[in-house]
């Protein structure tokens, strides 16, 4: 398992091919993402994105979108905007290697905490979340915007 980037620390893609090749296990996440996932995702990393994968024998098992915050309750974070491992190839690692990922870049980028936020549909994601040392810290709440019909939310 190897988990690879997607973009360099300053958003830029630097491997379309990975980037193409994320698309179908990022949708299943994130189905309401554009037609266009290239161009979405490009927008996304504009605003201080980047995104990895966990790569097995060429094929993406699994997709992480983060960036580092910094914000007055936890200091600086590395947040992850979205996790998701494909749903064929759950449990074979893809998830703890991401998780692995994130901890490694935090460290390096002086984070104090990984952080991020699960739908609360989610609840075999919430077991592997507490399996591999997060915890609830704080409830997230969201208010949508008058005009907002844009879908999507925490995972």
Not at 2 to 25: C, K
Not at 60 to 66: A, R
Not at 100 to 111: K, P, W
Request: charged share 25%.
């Amino acid at each position: 398992m190897n988990v690879l980037a997607v973009t360099d620390a300053q958003g830029a893609v630097t491997d379309p091919e990975l980037l193409a090749a994320a698309e179908t296990v990022h949708r299943q996440l994130r189905p309401q993402l554009p037609a266009d996932y290239a161009g979405r995702m490009r927008e996304v990393f504009a605003s201080g994105a980047e995104m990895a994968v966990a790569v097995v024998s060429g094929r993406v098992l699994g997709v992480c979108v983060f960036r580092v915050i910094e914000k007055t309750f936890s200091g600086r974070e590395i947040y992850c905007d979205d996790l998701v491992t494909d749903e064929a190839s759950r449990s074979r690692g893809a998830g703890k290697a991401m998780i692995a990922y994130l901890e490694r870049i935090g460290r390096e980028r002086r984070c104090d905490v990984v952080a991020l936020d699960s739908g609360t549909q989610r609840q075999q994601a919430h077991k592997f979340y507490f399996r591999e040392g997060l915890v609830v810290a704080a409830f997230h709440f969201t208010k949508r915007m008058p005009g907002d019909s844009a879908s999507g939310g925490s995972d």
